[in-house]
């Protein structure tokens, strides 16, 4: 599991299905609808502007998330 909690965090090695990112000490985001709204494609990584911060998954496309990969 991967903790954000603020600042700039860039995540190396994410497997979705296997992996998950804890969100939840976010007050800017509560569920994946809202994650993925401030989500960015950038080159090979996806890039989550969150009110809190900037993090970076590398090796990863938007449309390999899912619900599951992530706790609020």
Known sequence: RFVFTAGTDRIKDFES???EIDLSFLASVSNYNQA??????SGASVVFNFAEGRLIVD??????????????
């Open 36 to 41: 993925m709204a401030v989500a960015v494609q």
């Open 17 to 19: 299905g296997d992996d």
């Open 59 to 72: 090796n990863m496309r938007l449309n390999q998330f899912d619900s599951d990969d992530f706790l609020f």
